[in-house]
């Protein structure tokens, strides 16, 4: 009976259709951690905005739904800001990074590219595992500039109940 209860469990959980996925993280091993897995109840990512000097990427602040994360990084160089389309999604990253993260190039389901950043480094090109999953969240290490940089992709949010504004 115990036996059997188990398999269930286990047949119930293997059939489960799997969308959560990880790529990174690239960089260094400096810096302080930061993640916005709980930015996520926010909502959706809607915008970016990367702070680049001549070398590196120096600071980031992601606008979930209609909030912006705190911003993570340094004080150096100039601050760029995209803002996606409504309901435009990002489902690629590609970028460069050393010791620390040189260059980021947003790649969304509208076949739009958002490159920050210099091409210095070893290249990396970040993509979901999983068909249909978007870009939903960051995470990674920050001082003076960004040190490493990891992304994780899910399913869009559908239902925005914890959404303010949306
Ligand atoms: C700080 C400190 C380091 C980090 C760099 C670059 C200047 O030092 O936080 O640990 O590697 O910034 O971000």
Avoid at 56 to 63: A, C, D, P, S
Avoid at 78 to 104: A, N
Avoid at 110 to 131: E, I
Wanted: with cysteine.
């Amino acid at each position: 009976m115990f036996l059997w209860i188990l398999l269930s469990v286990f047949c119930v959980i293997a059939a489960q259709p799997r969308s959560v996925s990880f790529s990174g993280e690239y960089g260094g091993g400096g810096g302080k951690r930061f993640s916005h897995s709980g930015n996520q109840l926010d909502g959706p990512i809607t915008a970016l905005r990367v702070r680049v000097n001549r070398n590196y990427i120096v600071g980031l602040q992601i606008r979930y739904g209609t909030t912006w994360s705190q911003y993570v990084g340094g004080s150096s160089g100039d601050m760029e800001e995209i803002f996606l389309h409504p309901g435009e999604s990002v489902i690629q990253v590609s970028g460069k990074y050393s010791s620390y993260v040189r260059k980021l190039e947003f790649v969304t389901d509208k076949g739009r590219r958002f490159p920050f950043g210099k091409d210095y480094g070893t290249s990396f090109n970040a993509v979901p595992l999983y068909p249909s999953t978007v870009l939903r969240f960051f995470s990674g290490s920050s001082g003076s500039i960004i040190d490493a940089i990891g992304f994780h992709w899910d399913h869009p949010i559908s239902s925005c109940v914890h959404c303010k504004g949306e």
